[in-house]
C-alpha cells in the first residue's frame, strides 16, 4: 500500500506528530482537528476497513486497549470520545483503518 498516507506515516515517510507506538499501532494528531484533543490511531498493517481486520481478538483489543492507553498519555480527564468512520458512507476519507480520539469539548452524538 505504497500509496497510502497512513502507511507512509507509520514508516516515518510522511511526518506526524507522533504520540505513542508500539509493534503494531501508531497515533498521532490529526492533521486538522475537530476537537481540542484529536489523535488518530492507526494499525500499521494496511487495513482498508474495519471489515478486513483479520478474527483476531489479541489485535482487536490491543487497538482498543491503546485508545485507553494514549488518553491516560495524553492526560485526557473528563471524558473522550471513541470514533471508527467505516466506509464511503460513514465518511470514511482515509481508506487506512483508523480510529479517532477526541477530547476537550462537550459532543452532541
Ligand atoms: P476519516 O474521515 O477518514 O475517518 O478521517 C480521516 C482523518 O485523517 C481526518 O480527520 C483528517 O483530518 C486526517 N488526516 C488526513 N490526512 C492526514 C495527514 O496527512 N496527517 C494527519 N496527521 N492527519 C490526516
Ligand atoms: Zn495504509
Known amino acids: 500500500m505504497s500509496e497510502c498516507i497512513f502507511c507512509k506515516i507509520a514508516a516515518r515517510e510522511l511526518p506526524a506528530e507522533i504520540v505513542f507506538e508500539d509493534e503494531k499501532t501508531i497515533a498521532f494528531k490529526d492533521i486538522n482537528p475537530h476537537a481540542p484533543v484529536h489523535v488518530l ?3 500499521k498493517q494496511h487495513y482498508t476497513l ?7 481478538e489479541e489485535e482487536a483489543g490491543r487497538l482498543l486497549l491503546n ?5 491516560a498519555i495524553l ?7 471513541v470514533l471508527v ?5 460513514a ?14 469539548k462537550k459532543f452532541a452524538l
Open 41 to 43: 490511531l492507526v494499525p
Open 50 to 56: 474495519l471489515d478486513d481486520l483479520p478474527e483476531n
Open 67 to 71: 485508545v485507553k492507553k494514549v488518553a
Open 75 to 81: 492526560g485526557i480527564s473528563g471524558g473522550y470520545k
Open 85 to 89: 468512520n467505516n466506509g464511503q458512507s
Open 91 to 104: 465518511g470514511q476519507v482515509v481508506p487506512h483503518l483508523h480510529v479517532h480520539l477526541l477530547a476537550g
